[in-house]
């Protein structure tokens, strides 16, 4: 069994930054994908950025390419999304998922279907 727990949301103005982390516990050995979802409200969820664990090659969404940066501490089991020049539109729940498998295309990795485990996320709230 995985558990992943994130931190770090919070109300921030537009233009501010902020750091986001999820730390894994478990079987974390097995874990090969790390990825970061938001939710607003009303809308469906959506992958912005991802790792794999093993070599640290990074995917982003188009839609934040440049502004979200995800990274990783071996050591500490931790994923973090570092998010510089928020938007009012940034704001949303934000979620940490694992996955322990290798097969996936590009394209399946900001999937939220390529996931299995899932934290119960952590607030964003930009105002202008």
């Known amino acids: 069994q995985v558990f992943v727990v994130e931190s770090g949301g919070g109300s921030v103005q537009a233009g501010g930054s902020l750091t986001l982390s999820c730390v894994a516990s478990?079987?974390?050995?097995?874990?090969?994908?790390m990825g970061w979802f938001r939710q607003a409200p009303g809308k469906e969820r959506e992958g912005v950025a991802t790792i794999y664990i093993r070599d640290d090659v990074t995917y982003y969404a188009d839609s934040v390419t440049g502004r979200f940066t995800i990274s990783q501490d071996n050591a500490k089991n931790a994923v973090y999304l570092q998010i510089h020049s928020l938007k009012p539109e940034d704001t949303a729940m934000y979620y940490c998922?694992?996955?322990?498998?290798?097969?996936?295309?590009?394209?399946?990795?900001?999937?939220?279907?390529?996931?299995?485990?899932w934290g119960q996320g952590t607030q964003v709230t930009v105002s202008s």
């Open positions: 998922a694992a996955d322990y498998r290798t097969n996936w295309s590009r394209d399946q990795l900001l999937l939220t279907s390529t996931y299995k485990h």
């Open positions: 478990g079987y974390t050995d097995s874990l090969t994908y």
